[in-house]
């Protein structure tokens, strides 16, 4: 099987501006995590995605949005962009009642200048 | 708040065998995992626990204390390759989706 895809793995935007990430999980996966990475902060959880409903999500604010697509393909926006919000943002997916073991994808690679 | 432990960095010698700990609190624990992750990549599975014990895969083997809230990953015969960061990661119930993660340890394996 594939593994999870994510597109764009890189991206330069600058403060105030909009972003929107891409993620396409392991054929059969109906769950996606999203996580931001930072040096400083380590993998922190965003929210995760089930059948198209959010079933979960991490102490972020409202400016980053999810949402999952009925093929299970999730987009995460984030809206006014800062400085610190640069960081590696992955996706992983896990089949929901199997082992739930988390499978990552490439990441995304954002810088906010 | 659910922090979970772990050291920030640790160096060994090639062939020899590293001991990474983690401890996390136990309220609500309902399994651990430990990824690795190489410089610039994605992190990938090596294992998981929610009994006490340990499991063995190859030279990698992890071990659960649940009532301890401790876990630690031990790598045998060290290679170069494993040279990378070890999280170690916390399910708190609910979905599995939500894994609180350590900050990683970097492992550095020397000749």
């Known amino acids: 099987k594939a593994g999870v895809t994510q597109t764009p793995r890189y991206l330069i935007k600058t403060r105030g501006q909009q972003v929107t990430l891409s993620c396409s999980p392991i054929s059969g996966h109906r769950s996606v995590s999203w996580y931001q990475q930072t040096p400083g902060q380590g993998l922190q959880f965003l929210f995760e995605?089930?059948?198209?409903?959010?079933?979960n999500k991490g102490n972020f604010p409202g400016r980053f949005s999810g949402r999952q697509f009925s093929n299970s393909r999730s987009e995460m926006n984030v809206s006014t962009l800062e400085l610190g919000d640069s960081a590696l943002y992955l996706c992983?997916?896990?089949?929901?009642?199997?082992?739930?073991?988390?499978?990552f994808g490439p990441g995304t690679r954002l810088t906010v200048l | 708040g659910q922090n979970i432990d772990q050291p920030t960095e640790m160096t060994a010698t090639e062939g020899a065998i590293v001991q990474i700990n983690c401890t996390y609190q136990?309220?609500?624990?309902?399994?651990l995992f430990w990824y690795q992750q190489h410089a610039g990549e994605a992190p990938t599975f090596l294992s998981y626990?929610?009994?006490?014990g340990l499991e063995e895969k190859g030279r990698f083997s992890s071990f659960l204390s649940r009532s301890k809230g401790y876990s630690y990953l031990l790598l045998k015969e060290l290679q170069m390759k494993d040279s990378a960061s070890y999280l170690c990661?916390?399910?708190?119930?609910?979905?599995?989706?939500?894994?609180?993660f350590g900050k990683g340890t970097k492992l550095s394996v020397k000749p």
């Open positions: 995605y089930f059948s198209e409903t959010q079933r």
């Open positions: 990661a916390v399910n708190y119930g609910g979905s599995q989706g939500n894994l609180i």
């Open positions: 626990n929610v009994l006490d």
């Open positions: 992983a997916s896990f089949e929901t009642g199997g082992s739930d073991t988390q499978y």
């Open positions: 136990t309220s609500g624990f309902n399994g």
